[in-house]
């Protein structure tokens, strides 16, 4: 029988929104159907004011394993003479817009890596702000085995994560990187044993959505704008940003919150 099953599956919990990629017999790797509806449901977050945080986890034992390589969109012909697949084309068109999706993301994005997560799945985890790994856990930059370079972000996110010279191993040796060495790079921000996954990135997301969203995603973007800007620029910057954010709800409330010895209650995002 056929598997009608959603190929991503949406669950709400309060503030938090939990996207869950639900290809479990191809590993959670892409194909249009899950391109699409991973899109969608970043979209309707994004736009979904009382959703504080996102958390992106995996069905099964993987988390995402990539791009789908029995996939039309990217399958070799091996007929001769036959014209070979435009893979660019698929980067422009899916990959790009999921990165920058991410990047720009207004709330905090958690990911829980509860599995392999290969090529692009790798990638698309360390898009997200937090990065969660299971134990058993494992990272991969496979392209080069397939003749590919590192995509989903990965040549920008991986020297910028862990230095130059990790980013050309993991690069180019793809070999398979255990959880606890990712942490150890830099790769990850916390390792936690198989069982305790779910629970410890629900405490995590609970708490982030019950922070200032709005102050949050400008840190992001500040980090990122960082990398290209002079110190002078970057405290230019943070003065442009503190002005903003000195004149929203959520900075009076924080300061009043503060001063009256109570948790604040944020609202702006």
């Known amino acids: 029988m056929p598997d009608d099953s959603p190929v991503l599956l949406v669950q709400r919990d309060g503030p938090v929104q939990t996207l869950t990629l639900n290809r479990p017999q ?6 249009g159907a899950l391109h699409d509806a991973l899109t969608a449901a970043l979209k309707a977050a994004a736009a979904d004011a009382s959703v504080r ?3 992106l986890t995996g069905a099964g034992r993987a988390f995402c394993a990539g791009q789908d390589l029995s996939d039309p969109a990217v399958a070799p012909d091996p007929r001769p003479g036959a014209t070979p697949r435009d893979i660019g084309h698929l980067i422009e068109a899916r990959y790009k817009p999921l990165a920058m999706l991410l990047h720009d993301f207004p709330v905090p994005v958690v990911a829980a890596v ?6 692009a799945g790798a990638n698309l985890a360390l898009n997200c702000d937090l990065v969660v790994a299971a134990r058993s856990a494992s990272f991969i930059q496979a392209f080069a085995k397939i003749g590919l370079i590192p995509d989903c972000g990965g040549t ?9 010279a990790n980013a050309m191993a993991l690069a180019l040796l793809g070999d398979k990187l255990p959880a606890q ?4 790079l830099g790769l990850v921000w916390r390792v936690v044993d198989d069982a305790a996954l779910d629970a410890e ?3 995590l997301a609970g708490r982030l959505a019950a922070m200032p969203s709005r102050a949050l995603a400008e840190t992001r973007r500040a980090f ?4 290209h800007l002079t110190l002078a620029e970057a405290l230019s910057r943070e003065a442009d940003v503190q002005r903003r954010l000195g004149m929203s ?4 409330e924080g300061v009043t919150a503060f001063f009256a010895k109570r948790a604040p209650v944020f609202t702006d995002r």
């Open 26 to 31: 191809a590993l959670n790797s892409f194909d």
């Open 53 to 55: 945080c996102v958390v």
């Open 114 to 119: 509860n599995g392999v997560a290969a090529g």
């Open 156 to 164: 920008w996110l991986l020297p910028r994560l862990v230095g130059r």
């Open 181 to 184: 060495e990712a942490a150890r």
């Open 201 to 203: 990135v629900r405490a």
């Open 224 to 227: 990122a704008a960082a990398d």
């Open 249 to 252: 709800h959520d900075y009076t």
